[in-house]
């Protein structure tokens, strides 16, 4: 045998050695890590299938309680959004306490409907378009229930310039304003809403019956009219 071979022999038997001890020492910690690995993706595969899953779920629970809501079985339609807003994926919870909401002032509980919008409104986390309609639907049950004080503290903080729902915070305002006896600033709101080229179509008929209506209680006339 020559010096050279005998030298890889050498060699190679030292990295046999070094690789038996190596892996006699770390061989488990190495394998553990790589079923960590496997199990997490599995995991992560499973986490995906399962959120489809409920999301499905979800929805089809969600369209059957519309079907309720839709068929006049307001007690059932109340249970099954209430049953989605306490159970359900984070994706259906805001939506179904607003349908829920809607159900309890259509069955006549105006003071739980709005303490349920207040609940959204109070919601930080909840999109802002919930919150900012939630402040339009329980402001227009106050108008009929509540104060002016009431509706203003919801509609207010979207009367600012700009804001997409300033109209309909107008004119929640000026109805309750209306429904006080304050002719004069329910008239304010409605000639605010008509003078505003941002006033819906549907919403500026009725701005017209209002100033109408009011004038005709003896509230101020329009200057062009």
């Known amino acids: 045998?020559?010096?050279?071979?005998?030298?890889?022999?050498?060699?190679?038997?030292?990295?046999n050695e070094q690789l038996q001890n190596f892996w006699s020492k770390y061989g488990k910690?190495?394998?553990?890590?790589?079923?960590?690995?496997?199990?997490?993706?599995?995991?992560?595969?499973?986490?995906?299938?399962?959120?489809?899953?409920?999301?499905?779920a979800n929805g089809d629970a969600f369209m059957e309680a519309v079907r309720l809501s839709t068929d006049g079985k307001t007690d059932e339609a109340i249970a099954a959004f209430g049953k989605i807003e306490s159970e359900g994926s984070a994706a259906y919870q805001v939506t179904a306490k607003m349908r829920l909401a809607v159900e309890l002032h259509k069955k006549g509980d105006s003071e739980k409907a709005v303490e349920t919008?207040?609940?959204i409104i109070a919601d930080t986390a909840a999109d802002e378009n919930f919150r900012s309609i939630s402040r339009i639907r329980a402001a227009m049950i106050l108008v009929d229930t509540g104060s002016v004080a009431d509706v203003d503290s919801?509609?207010?903080?979207?009367?600012?310039?700009?804001?997409?729902?300033?109209p309909s915070a107008r004119e929640a305002l000026g109805l309750a304003h209306f429904k006080a006896g304050d002719l004069e600033k329910s008239f304010e709101q409605f000639e605010e809403l008509?003078?505003?080229?941002?006033?819906?179509?549907?919403?500026?008929?009725?701005?017209?019956?209002?100033?109408?209506?009011?004038s005709s209680q003896g509230g101020p006339v329009r200057e062009n009219q």
């Open 154 to 166: 919801r509609v207010s903080p979207l009367m600012g310039p700009g804001s997409a729902y300033l």
């Open 29 to 56: 910690l190495i394998i553990a890590g790589a079923v960590a690995v496997v199990i997490g993706v599995a995991g992560y595969r499973y986490y995906e299938y399962s959120s489809a899953q409920t999301a499905a």
């Open 117 to 119: 919008f207040d609940a």
């Open 1 to 15: 045998m020559s010096d050279d071979s005998f030298i890889r022999e050498v060699e190679e038997e030292l990295r």
């Open 194 to 214: 008509a003078k505003d080229s941002e006033t819906p179509s549907n919403m500026r008929q009725r701005v017209t019956v209002m100033l109408g209506l009011i």
